[in-house]
């Protein structure tokens, strides 16, 4: 997009270096230790680094982890100097949120970098105050030609793989930061609440995985203090907090934030857990998750309580985040000819309807949680995402998708695109009507990615009722295969501002591009 003027990761390292000092006095794998001179002049300490969620062309929502009671202070600026910086007073932070908080900023200018550092005073004397933490972020584009650019992708710390010291930690949040990108969308499984890190594990190979660990990763997290552990222990990497301050995040959950394939109402009959309610289990994560991320349909900024949301970012792109996990109905065979609940639930249907409706935007990207006709199952029997693997007319979940597919269509909505991960490969499908058994829709793409820093798994099987053509699918031929024996895998998408048209390319980790497709603008479906 040579119109839009970008700042490459050299050039803005100065930015970060508050960040990049805070990131210093966190030494692994110490949890949430203070830097000694802080500590001992009683000044509060932000070592987890800061981050930003959900902006628009003129809001944001920063967050900020204390190590004691503190006032969160955010300054804004146009410069990196400072200079006529705005200030935002924010919450007192406490134990009551495991000492974090986030701040709304209102009023931004759309389209601009914007400075900012997050300051931490002793509620007692605003005087006292800790090192300040810096960040930047790009406000979402006013002018279509300006052009839109992000990454996606999922699953992070599965399987047992967590921060390996030995490999420089998560490091492909540093090659993702150093494109650049105008956010960060996270498909879900930000943590495995239900995965244990070991001290080591040995590959297949002979060659010893380490990991850092913490106690509240020893054992599935069952208490608040476990799940906020599991928050946590991500941010112990150095590479994801300088990620944190630089990029902002679009954050959306599945079902490890809480315990594998869970769905409401769930009694669970693993021995590993004491807790066999999963609607208590999920009610905790919540709590931690929405204590860790700034989220703002969590935050108040927009109103609700939810994940699901749309964020808008300018003239090209909307965003619509879905939750396919709190209102879903229960696992199962999936062969229901009628089912108003599905994966959605039915307020979360009319709701999506509603505002791809009115959505104005060129683009309409719907980030997804769970793949649509890939067959993810759950136990012998039953099934986890939307397909189960009868290629007929649409049944159990499927119903709620065939009647949001052929909703787009008779409304003439353009432009929808589906992402997602979840499945830990990367693949490309297309849906069209004439390859389908159900018809009443027009042709789309979904892309799949991930993982991020997870086992990466064998692919799975399609279901013929929407049609999908796999044009594109890499993934090993054996389960659980560890990040020091392949890459970590993300996907980007590049909206032009001239042309309007959209870019995805399915890359890894080490600049790979595996696969790259462009769409026009203005087609209904896509």
């Not at 050039?11 to 006095?25: E, I, M, Q, Y």
């Not at 009628?338 to 683009?363: C, F, H, M, N, P």
Request: aromatic share 10%; net charge neutral.
């Amino acid at each position: 997009m040579p119109s839009r003027p970008r700042f490459p990761s050299p050039d803005r390292r100065t930015v970060l270096r508050g960040s990049l000092a805070a990131s210093a006095a966190l030494a692994l794998p110490v949890a949430g230790a203070a830097a000694p001179a802080f500590a001992r002049s009683g000044r509060p300490d932000a070592a987890w680094g800061v981050q930003v969620g959900d902006v628009t062309s003129s809001t944001a929502l920063v967050w900020v982890r204390s190590d004691r009671p503190a006032r969160m202070v955010v300054e804004t600026s146009a410069t990196e100097s400072f200079r006529r910086a705005r200030t935002w007073h924010g919450p007192l932070l406490g134990p009551g949120t495991d000492f974090t908080g986030t701040t709304p900023l209102y009023g931004l200018p759309p389209g601009e970098q914007v400075h900012y550092r997050v300051t931490l005073a002793a509620p007692d004397d605003a005087r006292r105050t800790g090192e300040a933490v810096y960040g930047t972020f790009r406000t979402a584009p006013a002018r279509r030609r300006d052009g839109v650019r992000f990454l996606w992708s999922g699953d992070i710390a599965g399987q047992g793989w967590g921060i390996n010291p030995d490999i420089g930690g998560y490091r492909v949040y540093d090659e993702m930061r150093r494109l650049d990108p105008d956010f960060f969308l996270c498909s879900g499984d930000n943590i495995y609440a239900d995965g244990v890190i070991e001290p080591s594990v040995t590959l297949p190979d002979g060659r010893v995985w380490r990991n850092v660990t913490t106690e509240e990763k020893a054992k599935v997290a069952e208490t608040l203090a476990e799940y906020r552990g599991n928050f946590r222990y991500n941010l112990l990497d150095d590479n994801l907090r300088r990620f944190n301050a630089q990029v902002p995040s679009v954050i959306q959950w599945d079902d490890h934030e809480v315990r594998n394939n869970w769905y409401p109402g769930q009694i669970l009959d693993d021995v590993r857990y004491t807790e066999k309610n999963v609607d208590v289990l999920a009610a905790r994560s919540m709590r931690a998750f929405r204590e860790y991320f700034p989220v703002s349909t969590l935050h108040g900024t927009t109103g609700g309580d939810r994940v699901h949301r749309v964020v808008r970012h300018g003239p090209l792109l909307d965003l619509f985040v879905l939750d396919m996990r709190t209102f879903r109905n229960a696992n199962s065979p999936g062969r229901q000819a009628d089912d108003t609940t599905g994966i959605l639930g039915a307020e979360q249907l009319a709701w999506l309807k509603r505002e791809l409706s009115k959505s104005r935007a060129v683009w309409k990207v719907i980030a997804a949680d769970m793949p649509l006709g890939l067959v993810v199952a759950d136990g012998a029997t039953n099934f986890e995402a939307v397909a189960q693997g009868d290629p007929g007319a649409p049944l159990g979940r499927e119903l709620q998708i065939a009647e949001l597919l052929r909703f787009i269509k008779h409304r003439r909505i353009t432009g929808t695109v589906w992402l997602t991960a979840d499945v830990h490969y990367t693949s490309a499908q297309h849906y069209a009507p004439e390859r389908a058994a159900f018809k009443d829709f027009e042709p789309f793409w979904e892309f799949v990615t991930g993982p991020l820093a997870a086992g990466q798994f064998p692919s799975n099987a399609l279901d013929g009722t929407f049609g999908p053509d796999q044009v594109f699918v890499q993934a090993p031929d054996r389960a659980n295969v560890s990040p020091m024996e392949t890459p970590s895998l993300f996907g980007e998408v590049d909206i032009d501002g001239d042309s309007g048209e959209l870019t995805v390319r399915l890359r890894e980790q080490g600049g790979s591009v595996l696969f790259s497709t462009t769409l026009q603008p203005g087609r209904v479906g896509q």
